[in-house]
């Protein structure tokens, strides 16, 4: 019995010498963990609360704007803005507002409400939607320089199509025609094929003169000019070569009358050498005589 006390002495020593070496950290580390934990769940309830509150302004700025009262959803947005501006429903709101104050003609207003979107919002796609809009209004205001910087900030690819589609639109009112249609292509290059829009860029690139094409070959400098046809030989007679560039074919006959063969003698082009292809005639002319 009195070994059984010894060991249990030992072992109760090493746990006071490990818990002395280590129990501030494990205490230290279970107060964080706790503390944090509480945060997080403070947190919550706290943005849960807020969110509720913004709610009833988002709600009232939506009902004023289904009655046409801008007056009414211009308070109720300034009141959501100052109480709630961190919540998800503030720039919800301003993208409301700012459509009905461009409809009842409040262009400064407008812009303001989108400004303060691209300005403090932390929504990425919110504040793409928000360049959008401002630089449609830009463009209305004949602000052509303005509503392009708008567009020049970074967007993400699925904004790709729309954007170029609107920069198209401005670079035509802003009678940039050649960099409208480079636009317009960027932006059905952007669009799926599936999408109805698509048609709708492709009806605006058409009207500026179309797509240019890109395999497009420049004709050859050297290539000889179009020539008449000569006149058809009688039978069993050898058509005369064609006549060089410039040099007018010799007249049809007439009446039955064998034609004129008065052609001035020219030389038969040299044969190219073995493997060296004959150069071209242009479109419809028949290949010189070897």
Not at 42 to 65: C, L, M, P
Not at 230 to 253: H, L, M, Q, V, Y
Request: a negative charge; aromatic letters at 6%; charged letters at 20%.
């Amino acid at each position: 019995m009195a070994v059984y006390d010894l060991e249990e002495q030992e072992q109760l020593e090493d746990l006071k010498a490990w818990w002395k070496q280590w129990g501030n950290t494990i205490a230290g580390v279970v107060i964080a963990v706790c503390a944090g934990v509480i945060a997080v769940q403070g947190w919550r309830w706290w943005t849960g609360q807020q969110a509720e509150k913004a709610s009833v302004f988002y709600n009232a700025v939506s009902d004023a704007v289904r009655s046409n009262d801008t007056a009414k959803a211009k308070d109720a947005m300034a009141q959501l803005a100052d109480k709630y501006g961190g919540t998800p429903y503030a720039p919800r709101a301003s993208l409301i507002v700012a459509a009905t104050l461009f409809d009842a003609g409040d262009k400064a207003g407008a812009k303001a409400q989108l400004q303060s979107v691209i300005d403090r919002d932390s929504e990425d796609e919110l504040k793409q939607i928000a360049r959008l809009r401002l630089a449609a209004i830009q463009l209305d205001d004949k602000q052509y320089d303005d509503a392009l910087r708008t567009l020049d900030a970074k967007h993400d690819d699925a904004f790709a199509g729309i954007y170029a589609d609107m920069r198209g639109d401005i670079l035509v009112a802003a009678g940039r025609n050649a960099e409208a249609r480079a636009a317009y292509q960027t932006a059905l290059a952007r669009f799926d094929a599936r999408s109805p829009y698509r048609n709708f860029v492709q009806v605006k690139l058409d009207t500026q003169g179309g797509a240019v094409a890109a395999g497009a070959a420049a004709a050859p400098a050297n290539a000889p000019a179009a020539t008449a046809a000569p006149a058809n030989a009688s039978g069993g007679t050898a058509a005369p070569p064609s006549a060089p560039s410039g040099t007018a074919a010799p007249a049809k006959a007439t009446d039955g009358t064998a034609a004129s063969t008065t052609t001035p003698a020219t030389a038969a082009p040299p044969k190219a050498p073995s493997g060296t292809a004959a150069p071209s005639g242009p479109p419809g002319q028949a290949a010189p005589p070897k």
